[in-house]
């Protein structure tokens, strides 16, 4: 869950301003002041989906695959699947895949490496990661895609990497909760990686309709 401090992208900044709809560093931070200090007027029945985790069994070989995952462990998560490819599906108990857990402690090369092997996956009949964490099946028990977990944390490269691959940014999780709601509420503390995190997500295909959604319906209703 590693808020990176190191500021701003490597890419060219000075893009279209039709493309930032209007959404400033300045008006981010007002949104979510103003959350902090009405959280009433946010309820939006869902939870924070990190809550009640406990202690991997590192003995058992999904545990150790998603604990190592978590870690970044490029290394030991290349060997598990060549031992056995089925590693790539397994979930835990809360139902956070090896994606989900690369993505929230934003482990890029982790991320880009579970992705590619996805894609290696399915052209050898095994299973396809993308389709995986775009299936409901496969959502934590809150709903929540790698995408919202990276967006709780303020994780915007991973964003980035995640909408290359085509994931569907306005995913609603069990309690109708999109990325973009989770990246203005983000956990972290970097406005700066906050105010990417949302550009990134109002510049992916579908984001007018994430946009009206926040700003027409702060309750989710």
Aim: hydrophobic fraction near 35%; aromatic fraction near 8%.
């Amino acid at each position: 869950m590693d808020c990176d401090d190191s500021g701003g992208i490597s890419e060219d900044e000075n893009e279209d301003p039709k493309h930032d709809l209007g959404f400033t560093k300045e008006l981010i931070d007002e949104i979510r002041s103003t959350k902090a200090n009405n959280p009433g007027m946010f309820v939006s029945a869902w939870q924070e989906d990190d809550q009640g985790i406990r202690e991997a069994d590192l003995e058992n070989p999904a545990e150790r695959f998603l604990k190592e995952a978590e870690n970044g462990n490029i290394d030991f998560l290349k060997a598990a699947l060549e031992n056995d490819p089925s590693l790539l599906s397994v979930t835990d108990e809360d139902g956070y895949t090896a994606l989900h857990r690369a993505a929230y402690n934003n482990h890029l090369d982790a991320v880009s490496f579970l992705l590619e092997q996805g894609a290696n996956a399915e052209a050898r009949m095994l299973t396809n990661l993308v389709k995986v964490m775009m299936d409901t099946r496969f959502r934590t028990k809150q709903g929540w895609t790698p995408l919202h977990s990276a967006a709780n944390w303020g994780n915007y490269e991973i964003i980035g990497r995640l909408i290359t691959h085509g994931v569907d940014v306005n995913a609603r999780s069990s309690g109708s909760v999109t990325a973009l709601h989770l990246a203005i509420s983000s956990q972290c503390e970097n406005g700066e990686n906050v105010f990417h995190c949302v550009r990134y997500l109002l510049q992916a295909p579908g984001e007018f309709k994430q946009l009206y959604s926040l700003l027409l319906y702060p309750h989710l209703k």
